[in-house]
């Protein structure tokens, strides 16, 4: 019978703590089994070795004391579904071409250059835990959620399509016969299961198989917390662990507000322009609205995000105990981060460094010491995780990825790195304008698109190729204004600097776009 969850915390702990007071074991000659933990909308700064003055991650920061973390890690779309898709494929937004809200699929030759797929192809037993928001093939109906390939084409399926949800076996039928309720301890039953090949597990068995002693394993495990949909349908039932009801409550007024946030009624003037963004409150974003509806959705964020930590420490219990934690890389991440009310915005999306920076931390037994905790200061992408696993596992990188592998910045090896990004928006709904720009090390510049020349989507990802000029731009010095309150776009002493990022987002959309054809993808009323 399956421990309850209390047990199996407690018991991570200590694991866990004599797992850190040992060296890194020797690396196995066999190819190294990977765990990608993946959280929704979860901020860049909301991990306690990322220096958060409230919330607990220790398992977390165990992970970066043993590993590596990138302190600058970015997505190059600040949105689920493409950057999602942009983690599995390795691949911009404006390649993949799979827009959030456009009915878009990767279709299934895409699919396979993905890096579980590729790792499937190469031998390793592959499982997938939790939420899916990356539509995959067609099915009769038109939609890639309900194609069925992702539970075929997974070894070992516990996962849902969309949203979770807090309660997720009341939307989600293959959660049914879990026996946790709430949404991060029914994923980690199904994590553990995929590592126990626990027979008596009353999950959705048509879906779960046994994984081979013999053969290397991938899995990855993907939640739909600190995400709106996960922690605005929480309802701290009597029955949820008392971590959901209770713990950082006695915080909520020591939560950090962000230095410049701007409640709602306090805007005067909109960060962005009204003709070019309205700036219209969504029902799910209202926590910004006032200090108090923020350190509310705070709280709720600490709590899930210590959930997600002690899963966490409950795989790395499983995986020491049965001596598997010395051959396996554990990478954590999130799709992207959020607005908490700065400059009055919430959500995300938009490319302000709140909803574009994210965690990332990668451990690896075969590190040398001397790089073991190290926080790496260069610029590390959503698209560059995929080349990195296929490398580290030893399995070679797909020409189609545009990412780059981070095990050369891992090894403290001498290579030449980038200075710059792109980034994108190329969401259409919502009031939100399409959006490009480029992230620096010392200059952001981002330019925006008039909604009413709005097309198909797949039109739009080569409409500034092709000409289109923006009707608004911003230019921040991110040396002295880190938090982008001053817009120097305007200013001639900056002109020279405008150009220069000017041609510089030409030439990144471009090389994003990856050459002159359509993605690989399925559309819905396909105008091409």
């Not at 690896?364 to 790089?371: C, V």
């Not at 698209?383 to 990412?403: C, F, H, K, N, R």
């Not at 608004?472 to 002493?493: I, V």
Request: charged content about 20%; hydrophobic content about 35%; proline content about 6%.
């Amino acid at each position: 019978m399956q421990q309850p969850i209390h047990i199996l915390r407690n018991s991570a702990m200590m694991i866990v703590g004599a797992w850190l007071m040992a060296g890194h074991a020797s690396a196995r000659t066999n190819r190294p089994n990977v765990v990608v933990i993946l959280a929704d909308d979860q901020r860049a700064d909301y991990l306690g070795c990322a220096g958060h003055l409230v919330v607990k991650t220790p398992n977390i920061d165990r992970l970066a004391a043993k590993g590596i973390r990138f302190e600058n890690a970015f997505a190059t779309t600040a949105a689920c579904t493409p950057n999602r898709t942009s983690i599995l494929t390795g691949q911009y937004e404006r390649k993949h071409g799979v827009t959030f809200g456009s009915e878009s699929s990767l279709s299934l030759e895409a699919f396979a250059e993905t890096y579980p797929m590729v790792l499937r192809k190469a031998g390793y037993y592959v499982g997938y835990v939790g939420k899916n928001h990356s539509p995959i093939g067609l099915s009769p109906q038109g939609s890639g959620y309900s194609s069925g390939v992702m539970e075929k084409q997974f070894d070992y399926w516990y996962g849902n399509h969309k949203h979770s949800m807090f309660y997720p076996k009341g939307k989600h039928p293959i959660y049914t016969n879990s026996t946790a309720e709430t949404q991060v301890e029914i994923f980690q039953e199904g994590a553990l299961n995929f590592l126990q090949n626990n027979p008596s597990f009353s999950g959705a068995s048509d879906f779960l198989k046994t994984k081979p002693d013999n053969q290397p394993f991938c899995l990855l495990v993907n939640f739909n917390v600190p995400h709106g949909a996960g922690t605005g349908s929480m309802e701290q039932r009597p029955t949820d662990p008392e971590l959901y009801r209770s713990t950082y409550r006695d915080k909520i007024n020591a939560m950090p507000r962000p230095e410049t946030y701007v409640a709602k009624k306090s805007i005067r003037d909109p960060k962005i322009p009204k003709q070019v963004y309205n700036g219209k409150y969504l029902k799910g974003y209202n926590y910004v609205q006032t200090p108090k509806a923020l350190r509310e959705r705070q709280v709720l964020t600490c709590q899930t995000v210590t959930g997600i930590d002690q899963l966490t420490g409950a795989v790395i219990a499983e995986l020491q105990h049965q001596g598997l934690l010395d051959n396996t890389i554990i990478l954590y991440t999130s799709d992207h981060g959020l607005q908490h009310g700065e400059h009055g915005l919430g959500g995300k999306v938009l490319l302000y460094d709140e909803s574009l920076r994210v965690p990332l931390i990668v451990y690896d037994p075969r590190l040398p010491d001397s790089q073991c905790g190290k926080t790496k200061q260069e610029l590390a992408l959503s698209i560059d995780i995929a080349p990195t696993l296929l490398e580290l596992a030893g399995v070679p990188v797909p020409a189609e990825m545009q990412g780059k592998s981070l095990a050369p910045l891992m090894n403290d090896t001498s290579v030449s790195w980038r200075k710059d990004f792109f980034c994108e928006n190329m969401f259409m709904g919502q009031n939100y304008p399409r959006i490009e720009g480029v992230r620096g090390t010392d200059f952001k510049y981002v330019r925006y698109f008039d909604k009413a020349k709005d097309q198909h989507h797949i039109l739009s990802l080569t409409a500034s190729i092709e000409g289109e000029q923006p009707v608004y731009e911003e230019l921040y010095d991110l040396r002295n204004d880190a938090l982008e309150t001053k817009n120097l776009a305007p200013s001639s002493t900056h002109r020279k600097v405008l150009e220069h990022y000017r041609e510089r987002c030409r030439e990144l959309v471009v090389e994003a776009k990856g050459g002159p054809g359509y993605p690989k993808t399925h559309i819905e009323n396909d105008p091409r």
